[in-house]
């Protein structure tokens, strides 16, 4: 009886049939070895990532209470100091500016008593506040009313208007008449206090393209805070002393008012 004879299978064939069983081989073990805790307890295995993301989840709730308290527990410290500066203006016989960047208002304080009231439009503040912030030493730098040094504006601080006597009844009849307006110019001031502090009062209101001290003034304001200062502190071989910045906008009449009502070392207190 003839012999079968079988056709053998090509050589490329074989190696990679070869290579294909050597490769899956492993792959198909591991996977046995890997479920067969599952198939022995299907119950406890699964449990333990449900508790790792139930623990998971309790540790950021915790962090986002601790966060929010320790928020509370800043904005409360940050009150108690603003609130006993305001106690103790009431003590004593002072002109304050107190300035609410938190309720957006500033008001003027006469022993205490709140006389007049504005709502800031818009404020800035300097990044100096936001580093004293970071290094902790934000409350020690607002824990006591600040002092006026220095004051300068484009409006005048006691105005006047020079007017000719008239010679009689007829002449003074029709100087009554006439019912002179007020000039009316851009409101820009600037408040130097100690420690450092630069508060910057504009107006709200667009000024008038005429008004050329007000446009001169804000230019001025940016230069001296950028360079002017910082160089003179240098000529004087000093170092120069970092401004703490805060500009804010209020109505006209509000700011123009609290300008000529503020005397010379006049307190001001800074809620940020």
């Not at 904005?75 to 938190?102: G, M, P, Q, T």
């Not at 003034?217 to 240098?234: E, G, H, K, M």
């Not at 209020?250 to 000529?260: E, G, H, L, T, V």
Request: one cysteine or more; charged letters at 25%; hydrophobic letters at 45%.
């Amino acid at each position: 009886m003839d012999s079968l004879n079988f056709p053998k299978p090509d050589k490329p064939k074989r190696r990679i049939v070869h290579a294909a069983t050597s490769f899956l081989a492993p792959v198909f073990l591991s996977l046995i070895w890997i479920n067969l805790p599952l198939l022995k307890n299907p119950v406890i295995l699964p449990d333990k990532p449900v508790v790792a993301a139930k623990a998971l989840s309790a540790q950021i709730e915790n962090e986002k209470e601790t966060a929010q308290a320790a928020g509370e527990w800043l904005s409360l410290r940050d009150e108690r100091i603003f609130l006993e500066n305001i106690h103790s203006l009431a003590k004593s016989d002072s002109f304050a500016l107190v300035i609410n960047l938190d309720d957006s208002v500033v008001a003027l304080h006469i022993r205490g008593v709140n006389v007049l009231e504005s709502k800031i439009s818009s404020f800035r503040t300097s990044k100096g506040l936001t580093h004293l912030q970071k290094a902790g030493a934000l409350p020690l730098w607002l824990s006591q009313p600040f002092r006026l040094t220095d004051a300068c504006a484009t409006v005048q601080k006691s105005p006047y208007k020079v007017i000719q006597a008239p010679k009689d009844s007829v002449e003074a009849r029709k100087l009554k008449s006439k019912n002179p307006v007020p000039e009316q110019r851009g409101v820009y001031c600037r408040y130097e206090f100690s420690r450092h502090l630069r508060l910057d009062v504009y107006q709200a209101e667009k000024p008038s393209p005429t008004d050329w001290r007000a446009a001169f003034f804000r230019i001025f304001n940016y230069i001296d805070n950028a360079y002017f200062s910082s160089c003179v502190d240098v000529l004087k071989l000093r170092w120069p002393a970092h401004r703490l910045h805060i500009s804010l906008e209020i109505p006209y009449s509000d700011a123009q008012a609290i300008y000529r009502a503020l005397p010379e070392n006049a307190l001001a207190v800074v809620r940020l």
